[in-house]
């Protein structure tokens, strides 16, 4: 049975920094894609960032690039996505999702991915 679960979100103040964790199980994150989106209420799900499955390049949204960094351990089978300097923007749920591809880059298309996980809420706040 395939899962993915994210951890790590919570509250931060503007400024602060998170690392969100997203790990696979019957779903190897060297041949799955890996992407996270986020959602805050009231406004439609955005792609934030992503990792292939084949090459592990990586892919950003503009409103992220720079601060956040995504990354993958595949002997933990775990996506991991550091970010930093956190903005109230960035108050989101997060999740993590997954579509099988060999292709040499990943996009934030969210309907590419067929696997979602149930999220994670990163706040931020004074």
């Known amino acids: 049975q395939w899962r993915l679960a994210e951890s790590g979100g919570g509250l931060v103040h503007p400024g602060g920094s998170l690392t969100l964790s997203c790990a696979a199980s019957?779903?190897?994150?060297?041949?799955?894609?890996i992407g996270w989106f986020r959602q805050a209420p009231g406004e439609e799900r955005e792609g934030v960032s992503c990792?292939?499955?084949?090459?592990?390049?990586?892919n950003y949204a503009d409103s992220v690039k720079g601060r956040f960094t995504i990354s993958r351990d595949v002997a933990k089978n775990t996506v991991y996505l550091q970010m930093n300097n956190l903005k109230p923007e960035d108050a989101a749920a997060h999740y993590c999702?997954?579509?099988?591809?060999?292709?040499?880059?990943?996009?934030?298309?969210?309907?590419?991915?067929?696997?979602w996980g149930r999220g994670t809420q990163v706040t931020v706040s004074s």
């Open positions: 990792i292939s499955s084949s090459t592990g390049n990586t």
């Open positions: 999702a997954a579509h099988y591809s060999v292709a040499v880059d990943c996009f934030l298309q969210s309907t590419d991915y067929d696997y």
């Open positions: 019957a779903l190897n994150v060297d041949t799955y894609t």
